[in-house]
């Protein structure tokens, strides 16, 4: 069985510790930005001296404050993440002082909830929309993404009145190239049978990963690799699962808590909290706009179409992480993710690989029926 | 050897009592609130029933909603292999399953009596016992008679609300607008059989499919319902004890 790492513990109180660091940097006169999702270039802000922090929701108590502005069924991310914002009760919440530390939200036209729920958070905190090409394979949709990430550019440097220059964009690249190894790395550790780490503890880095300072996340990863390389591992453990499907923002780690509670061992996630977030590198030697656009584009979320990529790398990774089983886990109302589901079933029966599709919310009312359906399928796979 | 299988279920819990290849006894009763004094209480009148004591049973095994206040049971499966194990052992050739119970429904995909697949429906009343249960009240019958009563229909009802609580209010509007009994509760039975369908379909369903649950029972549902999934179903003696039967073989 696998344990906890020691080198996890790196993780405790770095949560404090981020955000006196962002509260200090301010006070000197420092940017920070606030983001919601993966297509947002890392390199673009940190080459401007900008710093920031995702501001995704993955707790239920900001919810019922969003639900005074936005649809009852609506993504529980976008509600969770705009409740933080209009809380009026802000004490003892650790989700709100986030906004408040932020000069501008990068938002993204990703999917429809999130647009409309830009619209309204844009009256609370100044808000940037990046805009992405939805059919994103042709040689337009890259040239006109490009375009965006200039423009990109151009607000990062009006907000701080640096100029990112060549040089900043190339040293911003490796850096994030970096940290996109150590994951790589990180995972490679999770094909042996059994893993010499848990999904859930796999899964605190993730979430954390857009939070952390780059350097902090570094070492942290730095750490936790060669501390789990140096595990050896016994068997009698169960099901290998992959999760599938829709992010799982801090604060949430409901169904994967549900898996692993049961017995399932978790080796890998194809999310944005998952291999989604670091699989290509951006090129080293490019144009670092070029490479960066390139890079950016080819993320297989579901609000693309068509999202081929997003299929053939679930057979892929099954196969590379041994997997017995896939969960496919979804918000509730998220379309993109939810009706994905029908071609990755498809594509995974094929193969041979059973699917468990499981569509929740943040709340703890169906805990018990999930496990019923985990307990029925890790059964099924054993 | 003597086994028992417990299914402590949301509304009603199930005791069997196997010797070897053999029932010797079992029985039904509704759940309440204490899921243990209720699986205790089954477990004594199976007993009972089969003329044995506590201590001839070797090994007893639990499943259903409540499994893990079975507290005299060293282990628990899934209701979803337990009913597997069940009817796989009553019909060997089974290549599905479909169990309508008191609070939620199933639909189990079987290859050589292992599950293939499976859905289920259990955070909403609809497609379940308790749709049938509401309903038949605002209808003023019996659940039992809701069935039959709907066999008689010339010109169903069309019934479009999902919600049980809505659907009942949309049965009292029928009303108001002089539907006959009949094509009322023609048109609920064929709501919850078009629902439980068509997650028979998705999950791949075709042939050789077993009805279980205590909707099972219901001659005039199982006939709507053969209607939707387009195939003959077949009905165990005792509908309801599959997953108590699962459990019981489970580790044979």
Redesign the interface.
């Known amino acids: 069985m696998t344990c906890e790492l020691k080198s996890l513990k790196r993780l405790n109180g770095a949560y404090e510790e981020r955000i006196g660091q962002l509260v200090r940097n301010r006070k000197k006169g420092k940017k920070v930005v606030g983001t919601f999702c993966l297509y947002v270039p890392d390199e673009i802000i940190f080459a401007a001296g900008v710093d920031r922090i995702i501001l995704c929701g993955g707790r239920n108590d900001t919810i019922p404050a969003a639900e005074e502005y936005l649809p009852r069924n609506v993504c529980p991310l976008v509600k969770s993440s705009f409740g933080a914002v209009v809380s009026k009760d802000c004490e003892g919440s650790c989700a709100c002082p986030h906004f408040a530390l932020v000069d501008m939200i990068v938002a993204e036209a990703t999917c429809d909830a999130k647009k409309k729920m830009y619209e309204l958070l844009g009256e609370h905190v100044p808000t940037y929309v990046l805009d992405l090409p939805q059919k994103p394979d042709s040689p337009e949709a890259l040239q006109y993404f490009k375009g965006e990430l200039e423009k990109f550019k151009e607000t990062m440097e009006r907000l701080t009145g640096n100029r990112i220059t060549d040089v900043r964009l190339r040293k911003e690249i490796k850096r994030s190239n970096e940290t996109r190894r150590l994951f790589m790395r990180l995972y490679e550790l999770r094909r042996t049978d059994p893993p010499p780490i848990k999904g859930s503890d796999v899964l605190k880095i993730l979430q954390k990963q857009f939070f952390l300072s780059p350097d902090k996340l570094q070492k942290t990863l730095r750490k936790v690799c060669d501390e789990a390389e140096g595990i050896k591992t016994s068997s009698g453990h169960g099901p290998r699962i992959m999760l599938s499907g829709c992010p799982m923002a801090g604060g949430n780690t409901k169904v994967p808590d549900i898996i692993e509670a049961r017995g399932g061992t978790i080796v890998a996630e194809e999310s944005c909290t998952g291999t989604r977030s670091f699989e290509n590198l951006a090129d080293e030697d490019k144009g670092p706009m070029a490479a960066l656009a390139e890079r950016y584009i080819k993320i297989p979320c579901a609000c693309m179409t068509p999202n081929d990529r997003r299929v053939d790398s679930i057979i892929e990774m099954a196969g590379q992480f041994r997997v017995d089983g896939v969960v496919y886990y979804t918000l509730q109302s998220c379309h993109g993710y939810n009706i994905e589901r029908y071609k990755v079933q498809q594509v995974l029966r094929k193969a041979g690989i ?1 699917m468990l599709a499981i569509e929740t919310d943040y709340s703890d009312s ?1 805990v ?2 999930i496990g ?2 985990v ?2 399928f890790l ?2 796979l054993q | 050897m003597i086994a028992a299988g417990i299914d402590a279920g949301a509304a009603t819990t199930k005791a069997v009592i196997l010797k070897d290849n053999a029932l010797e006894g079992y029985k039904i009763s509704p759940t309440g609130f204490d899921f243990l004094k209720a699986s205790k209480d089954v477990y004594r009148d199976a007993l009972k029933s089969a003329g044995l004591k506590s201590r001839d049973v070797e090994m007893v095994w639990a499943t259903g909603y409540g499994k893990n206040s079975v507290k005299f049971a060293p282990g628990t499966v899934s209701e979803i292999t337990a009913h597997a194990r069940g009817v796989n052992f009553l019909f060997p050739d089974a290549q599905g399953i479909i169990d309508i119970g008191g609070q939620d429904s199933k639909v189990i995909l079987l290859e050589k009596g292992r599950v293939i697949d499976f859905l289920m429906n259990d955070k909403c009343a609809a497609g379940t016992g308790k749709f049938l249960e509401y309903t038949a009240r605002a209808l003023e019958v019996p659940i039992d008679g809701l069935g039959e009563l709907a066999l008689l229909s010339k010109n169903p009802a069309s019934i479009s609300s999902m919600c049980t609580v809505f659907a009942e209010s949309e049965v009292i509007s029928l009303r108001a607008k002089e539907f006959s009994k009949e094509d009322i509760a023609a048109g609920l039975v064929l709501s919850i059989a078009q629902r439980v369908a068509v997650m028979a379909k998705r999950v791949g369903l075709r042939r050789n499919i077993i009805l279980v649950g205590g909707v099972a029972k219901n001659a005039g549902i199982k006939a709507a319902l053969e209607k939707e999934v387009g195939t003959e179903l077949r009905v165990p003696f005792e509908p309801q004890i599959t997953g108590a039967l699962g459990a019981a073989l489970y580790k044979r």
Request: proline share 10%.
């Open positions: 059973p169906d018990e029926q019923i359906r307990d029925a059964e099924m």
